[in-house]
């Protein structure tokens, strides 16, 4: 059974930082694309980052040089952190895993970023 567990969200004043996680189990993670897509209320999910291989990635231009994905083949699990946050940044959080042509998500974590 595939999970995708992410944790890591809530509230966080404008400028701060927040380190997203995602543990994920039941697939092949040494091949899957993982990615971090988000939501907002009214809003179509969007891709935030995606990280193919090692070091292979690609960012949605509104967070690059603020976010920055990264993987750890060791744990099954890839990592979001997130800087200098902005209020147009709060949204519904998705990891996502692409592996043998299936797409997986998770349950979602809340970022709120708000003074």
């Known amino acids: 059974q595939v999970q995708l567990v992410e944790s890591g969200g809530g509230l966080v004043q404008p400028g701060g930082s927040l380190r997203l996680s995602c543990a994920a189990s039941g697939i092949l993670f040494n091949s899957a694309a993982m990615g971090w897509y988000r939501q907002a209320p009214g809003k179509q999910r969007e891709l935030v980052a995606r990280?193919?291989?090692?070091?292979?990635?690609n960012y949605a231009d509104s967070v690059k040089g603020r976010f920055t994905i990264s993987r750890d083949y060791a744990k099954n699990a890839v990592y979001l952190q997130m800087n200098s946050l902005k209020p147009e940044d709060t949204a519904t959080y998705y990891c996502?895993?692409?592996?043998?042509?299936?797409?997986?998500w998770g349950q979602g974590t809340q970022v709120t970023v708000s003074s």
């Open positions: 996502n895993a692409v592996n043998l042509g299936i797409n997986y």
């Open positions: 990280i193919i291989g090692h070091s292979s990635t």
